[in-house]
């Protein structure tokens, strides 16, 4: 698979990864053996980038991959783990003496000395303009627990904020057909100032992958369920924040136009690792087949009638209601 660099990371990582919140929880149960499946899937498809966090499951997203790791050394894996959530949304709780609490816990978690990527987990918006936060994190690499640190942010102007701080190495954003604003600003920036882009819920929490319809039902215990409002966390994070009636008219408009030989999924991921500026796409995975058939996007060419297409879509259905609030 295409490899790209990650911004100030300098590694080399697979233009399309695996999103693994949905190993931890709030997607419904996952096995643990099933787990180490998709996990062997997208490495044997040439996946070579996890992205996790501290609080997916409890913490059970990264002990599956440090499982993972410790069952298969050797491997070129980078990880990207996220901190910041496990505590209220509070921008006196970001402190180092948290980060260090935070980062402890998920090096044990993964079983390891050093984190290659330790990304703030959408924290309050005052938290990207925060030197304090900044110097805090360089003490992290400066101590050896991180090489590297990002962010990932709910809005484009959090993003540009992180962007223009010296050691920010990447910026993970909402990036798929229902959510085109990074386009604008924020992937010029980023590549100008060598910050990597993971674009994550690149199948706007599976609107994209075409399988749903208005008599699907979502388990008590996913996301799709109980945040559909927005009550338990940013209302952006489950399909991308659009109304879930508009999206399903939208994903009817979306099959026309998909590429012959690439299913809906594929031509949604594909279009994201075409777009100038993206690193790695993350998309999740339930099963061994969804982890394989998301790493053949990578293998799919996005030609001009297809982007055109994308655009009118959003510029139809969505641009109105999603551009100025992300």
């Avoid at 399988?211 to 399909?239: C, I, L």
Wanted: hydrophobic letters at 40%.
């Amino acid at each position: 698979m295409e490899q790209r660099i990650l911004g100030k990371t300098g590694r080399n990582v697979s233009i399309v990864g695996l999103g693994t919140w949905q190993l931890g929880a709030d997607w419904g149960n996952v096995d643990p053996a099933q787990a180490q499946a998709i996990l062997a899937a997208s490495v044997e498809a040439g996946v070579n980038f996890f992205d996790t966090a501290d609080v997916y499951g409890d913490g059970k997203s990264e002990q599956a991959i440090g499982k993972f790791l410790a069952d298969n050394p050797g491997l070129d894996i980078t990880v990207g783990t996220k901190m910041g959530r496990r505590v209220d949304q509070q921008t006196e709780h970001y402190t180092l003496a948290n980060f260090r609490q935070w980062v402890d816990r998920s090096r044990k978690n993964l079983g390891t000395d050093t984190l290659d990527l330790v990304q703030l987990h959408c924290p309050p918006t005052p938290v990207f303009s925060s030197n304090e936060v900044y110097d805090a994190l360089d003490t992290l690499v400066s101590e050896g627990s991180i090489r590297n640190y990002g962010v990932s942010v709910e809005r484009t102007d959090e993003a540009l904020e992180a962007i223009r701080r010296e050691g920010t190495s990447s910026v993970q954003i909402i990036l798929n057909a229902f959510r085109l604003k990074p386009l604008d600003e924020v992937l010029p920036a980023a590549k100008a100032a060598n910050v990597g882009i993971i674009a994550r819920v690149p199948l706007a929490s599976g609107l994209l992958s075409g399988k749903y319809s208005k008599e699907t039902t979502f388990a008590e215990n996913d996301h799709r369920n109980y945040n559909r409002n927005g009550d338990s966390f940013d209302v952006g994070e489950t399909f991308s924040g659009v109304d879930y009636e508009l999206g399903l008219k939208a994903v009817a408009e979306f099959e026309q136009i998909v590429p012959a030989g690439a299913s809906m999924a594929q031509a949604a991921i594909a279009w994201i690792a075409a777009q100038d500026g993206v690193t790695t796409v993350i998309p999740g995975a339930r099963n061994v087949e969804q982890a394989t058939a998301n790493a053949a996007a990578a293998g799919f060419a996005v030609d001009e009638d297809f982007d055109g297409g994308v655009r009118w879509i959003y510029d139809h259905y969505f641009r109105d209601a999603i551009h100025p609030r992300w």
